[in-house]
């Protein structure tokens, strides 16, 4: 695998620098949900912004650095990323496509359209729309995004981590979903700079093992299928740059089932009254899967989303809540 490409600099910039409406999100100590899980829990809620995720972040610092140019862009997304990037975009007059699966949860299709995106609908899951996105750029001269590819992208997210190690007490872990590796290695990437001691733990979905293999080998280890209520870390196909980012980073990952994730998520709207997506609760999960590894520590995790339908938090996030 390549080595790391990001910036200590650039995250450090992008903490500064991106869309204010993306920074300083709240961060507190969930005191009674921790204590049913027998640890000391902080987290980090990335869902209250007009995007209702992290995304926000990393599109917003990728889209200011290529302003220059006003060529059009085309991006794959399960739905938050491509808000993200629509967001931006809209914001400095730049077209977008978006391409997404034909499975694609309809209201992020219906907010990536609000935001101003023309959305495109193919493939049976979001590495077939991927494909999809490669063509149409290839075919119309647009410039392909790719989340976890750009180290902007990545930089962006890692501004998550400088305003997490503002918190006083610190913590012994930090346990952040892994999908496509931007996230992770982004915050990944500042936390182990400036708080070497910290465990960083990223959390994939059972059904969708992809990056936890790959991370694991060393090598690009794809899968036929990621089959997971989890779309936000739905990856069949690794990037190889994004595990070069993760190596000397990462010290575990971590399987979570979906009915695990399910009651993750009631029991985060139980205690704090907040609807996270299942990508987004996976931390929490985790938890509650490895419990043995975490009880009587200090633990933080990132809730990186919070886009449902009506459908979906019936469903999952309120049925049988405690």
Excluded at 122 to 149: C, I, L
Excluded at 307 to 321: E, K, M, P, R
Aim: some cysteine; charged content about 20%; aromatic content about 6%.
């Amino acid at each position: 695998m390549p080595p790391s490409r990001l910036s200590l600099d650039r995250i450090a910039r992008a903490a500064r620098e991106i869309d204010g409406v993306f920074l300083h999100s709240p961060q507190f100590r969930a005191e009674s949900l921790g204590e049913g899980l027998g640890v000391d829990l902080f987290l980090k809620v990335e869902s209250v912004n007009p995007i209702r995720s992290f995304k926000g972040r990393g599109a917003d610092f990728f889209v200011r650095e290529i302003t220059e140019t006003k060529q059009p862009l085309v991006c794959a997304s399960a739905g938050n990323f491509g808000q993200g990037m629509a967001y931006a975009a809209r914001r400095r007059g730049m077209t977008l496509d978006v391409f997404a699966s034909i499975r694609a949860n309809p209201l992020k299709i219906a907010r990536m359209r609000a935001f101003g995106a023309t959305v495109n609908q193919a493939g049976d899951d979001f590495d077939a729309a991927k494909d999809a996105a490669r063509a149409y750029a290839s075919a119309t001269g647009a410039r392909y995004v790719e989340d976890g590819r750009e180290p902007a992208i990545s930089e962006g997210a890692g501004s998550i981590a400088v305003e997490l190690l503002d918190w006083r007490d610190g913590f012994d872990t930090l346990l952040v979903p892994l999908g496509n590796g931007a996230l992770l290695g982004g915050v990944g990437t500042w936390v182990r700079a400036h708080a070497p001691g910290v465990r960083i733990v990223g959390v994939c979905a059972e059904g969708a093992p992809s990056m936890e293999r790959s991370w694991r080998e060393g090598r690009v280890i794809e899968t036929e299928s990621a089959d997971t209520i989890s779309d936000g870390i739905a990856v069949r196909v690794p990037i190889v740059e994004a595990l070069g980012d993760l190596s000397g980073v990462v010290d575990d990952v971590l399987l979570v089932d979906d009915l695990t994730t399910i009651d993750a998520m009631r029991r985060i709207f139980s205690h704090l009254g907040l609807v996270v997506e299942p990508a987004g609760a996976v931390g929490v999960a985790a938890l509650m899967t490895h419990r043995a590894q975490f009880v009587g520590t200090r633990v933080a995790t990132i809730l990186c989303g919070g886009n449902l339908t009506l459908t979906q938090i019936s469903d999952y996030a309120l049925t049988g809540a405690t």
